[in-house]
């Protein structure tokens, strides 16, 4: 498997995005957008498999995410990471396809299904949609509030995980969650974003609109795809009816034993659907 090569965006704002592509870079481009508090590693085998089957995949860290800068004023609200997603996407050209979990989903939902003009080939979600669970949505913001203070070591950060996410066995080997944590000047590992994602004026989530997101998904005209977690407690089965209704010309996957990060879970299901769903184009 190549190395993926290292790219960077300048937004509007003079943020710099940071991403990692795979492929050939005249292949059809493919923009994967992550959930809030993941960075673009989280594509790492989604990506290289779209590459190979004939795709430039594109995984970004968000504003805010890894390797990206932090907005100087605190600015995570939705329309600031679909903004974001529209200058990308207009610097890769030729339409991508938008890949969006979570809050990726709902960024890339926002900048397609708000568009005056298609921007983009075509939309994936993954497991997000305009009405979600609030108990689930609570428990992410309980994980990614909690331990401020960080982690002394890799472990302490996997037991927090392993707590999180009871169903995935837990990898004998941590190391591979340094990529998603950054070291302080104090010796203690905190989560790769900035913390005012959750806790800012213009914080994630903090002016959500259910109205709003039923409105942008009217607005999607391209092929679309929802892909949920069948164990999810965000996106409940009533949820993806009431969207399938609203963009009546939507696929719908559930992926068995997989939760909210259906991507994580389940990579190979998740993967094949994606792969078969782009590779079928506009059928």
């Given at each position: 498997?190549?190395?993926?090569?290292?790219?960077?965006?300048?937004?509007?704002?003079?943020?710099?995005?940071?991403?990692?592509?795979?492929?050939?870079?005249?292949?059809?481009?493919?923009?994967?957008?992550?959930?809030?508090?993941?960075?673009?590693?989280?594509?790492?085998?989604?990506?290289?498999?779209?590459?190979?089957?004939?795709?430039?995949?594109?995984?970004?860290d968000l504003r805010g995410h890894g390797e990206s800068d932090w907005a100087p004023d605190g600015d995570y609200t939705v329309d600031?990471?679909?903004?974001?997603?529209?200058?990308?996407?207009?610097?890769?050209?030729?339409?991508?396809?938008?890949?969006?979990?979570?809050?990726?989903?709902?960024?890339?939902?926002?900048?397609?299904?708000?568009?005056?003009?298609?921007?983009?080939?075509?939309?994936?979600?993954?497991?997000?949609?305009?009405?979600?669970?609030?108990?689930g949505v609570d428990r992410i913001v309980t994980f990614m509030t909690s331990h401020p203070d960080g982690f002394a070591t890799l472990e302490e950060a996997a037991e927090a995980v392993a707590a999180y996410v009871p169903h995935r066995p837990r990898p004998k080997d941590v190391a591979g969650l340094g990529k998603n944590l950054r070291l302080g000047a104090d010796g203690r590992y905190r989560w790769h974003w900035d913390p005012r994602l959750m806790t800012g004026e213009r914080r994630i989530g903090g002016s959500r609109d259910p109205e709003r997101l039923d409105r942008a998904a009217r607005g999607l005209r391209v092929p679309t795809l929802l892909v949920r977690g069948r164990m999810s407690d965000v996106v409940a089965e009533e949820d993806?009816?009431?969207?399938?209704?609203?963009?009546?010309?939507?696929?719908?996957?559930?992926?068995?034993?997989?939760?909210?990060?259906?991507?994580?879970d389940r990579n190979d299901q998740f993967t094949a659907a994606v792969v078969e769903f782009l590779a079928r184009g506009d059928e």
């Open positions: 498997m190549r190395r993926p090569r290292r790219l960077t965006f300048r937004v509007e704002d003079g943020l710099e995005l940071v991403a990692d592509a795979h492929g050939d870079p005249s292949a059809p481009p493919v923009l994967l957008l992550h959930g809030g508090g993941q960075t673009r590693r989280a594509w790492g085998g989604t990506a290289a498999a779209l590459a190979e089957r004939g795709f430039h995949a594109v995984a970004l600031a990471f679909a903004a974001d997603v529209r200058a990308v996407a207009a610097r890769l050209g030729g339409r991508p396809a938008l890949i969006g979990a979570s809050l990726g989903g709902l960024a890339a939902l926002i900048a397609e299904g708000e568009a005056a003009t298609p921007g983009a080939s075509a939309v994936v979600l993954v497991d997000i949609t305009p009405r979600v669970q609030p108990e993806a009816r009431h969207f399938l209704a609203l963009v009546p010309h939507a696929r719908y996957v559930d992926v068995s034993d997989a939760g909210h990060m259906v991507a994580g």
